[in-house]
């Protein structure tokens, strides 16, 4: 699967989890609350909702794995939970500092996104991609809140429950736009990428931050589910300015990198262009100046 497929399915169930949040969070009479509870409350159902969705995809849509969604959903919505309360606390008190109006608003947003990219952390476990995507979530947020702050200033006047209908539109398009930018930043930013061009998962891209583990297990970054591929074969990590793949120690299984067979437990310096075989996979390593 193209990396632009990838970012798509990463919006549209961005969008599913902005969705859902409206729907949860309008089932309860939040105007009647107070100013703190509200926002605890608003901020903690739309980061798990989006936060959830959003870590679902890959496994949903990329690796059809259900389970493997299920419990990267679980993770991320967990974690932006936390990121959404905490992030729509520190937003409301940046609301009142700047007393209201459309840029407390989007600065709201684009915290509650900042925190939520940041979340990857809890699913990925690898500090410079989950930097990467704090910085994809707060540019998802200011995008999002700024169409969503345009809709409401162009149907300001519109009845109430247009105007509750027009909400759910706005937190679609702030779901959608944190889950389209978050992988977008990975990927902007990721110096190399593993590209598959033989073997089940043809055409299918994975950027490499820190690091990305390679094999037939699900729970690997690059997942590769082909006859002769270890259940976790090989990663690919930075080593100096570049990359160098490994084959793990306990594969049962060698790899061949550039035409030069490597078994458990060697290591080989990437070069951009080089040709990898693992099992019935073949991959491609492009790097990045």
Same mark, same amino acid.
């Given at each position: ?30 105007q009647a609350w107070g ?17 959830? %969705?959003? *870590?679902? !995809?890959? &496994?949903?849509? #990329? ?6 969604? /299920?419990?990267? $959903?679980?993770? =991320?919505?967990?974690?932006? %939970?936390? *990121?959404? !309360?905490? &992030?729509?606390? #520190? ?6 500092? /700047?007393?209201? $109006?459309?840029? =407390? ?81 990975r990927q902007v930013f ?100």
């Amino acid at each position: 699967m193209s990396k632009s497929l990838q970012i798509y399915y990463s919006a549209v169930f961005g969008a599913l989890g902005g969705l859902f949040g409206w729907w949860a969070i309008g089932s309860f009479a939040t105007q009647a609350w107070g100013v703190w509870a509200a926002a605890l409350f608003v901020g903690s159902g739309l980061g798990a909702a989006i936060g959830a %969705l959003v *870590a679902a !995809a890959d &496994g949903a849509m #990329i690796k059809r794995k259900a389970l493997r969604a /299920l419990r990267d $959903g679980i993770l =991320g919505g967990l974690a932006g %939970l936390a *990121a959404g !309360a905490l &992030g729509m606390l #520190i937003a409301q008190v940046v609301f009142l500092l /700047l007393a209201g $109006g459309w840029m =407390g608003r989007t600065l709201s947003w684009m915290l509650l996104g900042l925190l939520i990219g940041a979340a990857d952390l809890l699913v990925s476990r690898r500090p410079r991609r989950a930097a990467y995507a704090a910085l994809g979530g707060l540019a998802g947020g200011l995008f999002g809140g700024l169409l969503y702050e345009g809709l409401t200033q162009i149907f300001l006047a519109v009845s109430g429950p247009a105007q509750v209908w027009l909400s759910g539109i706005g937190l679609v398009i702030v779901g959608a736009c944190i889950g389209a930018f978050i992988p977008l930043a990975r990927q902007v930013f990721a110096r190399g990428e593993l590209r598959v061009i033989g073997g089940e998962q043809i055409g299918l891209v994975r950027e490499v931050t820190d690091s990305a583990s390679i094999g037939r297990y699900d729970g690997n970054d690059l997942y590769l589910p082909d006859h002769g591929v270890a259940w976790r074969h090989a990663v690919v990590r930075r080593a100096g300015d570049g990359f160098e793949l490994e084959v793990m120690p306990d594969a049962d299984g060698r790899a061949n990198v550039a035409g030069v067979a490597l078994g458990p437990g060697e290591r080989r310096t990437l070069r951009h262009g080089d040709r990898i075989d693992i099992g019935g996979a073949e991959l491609e390593f492009i790097g990045r100046t």
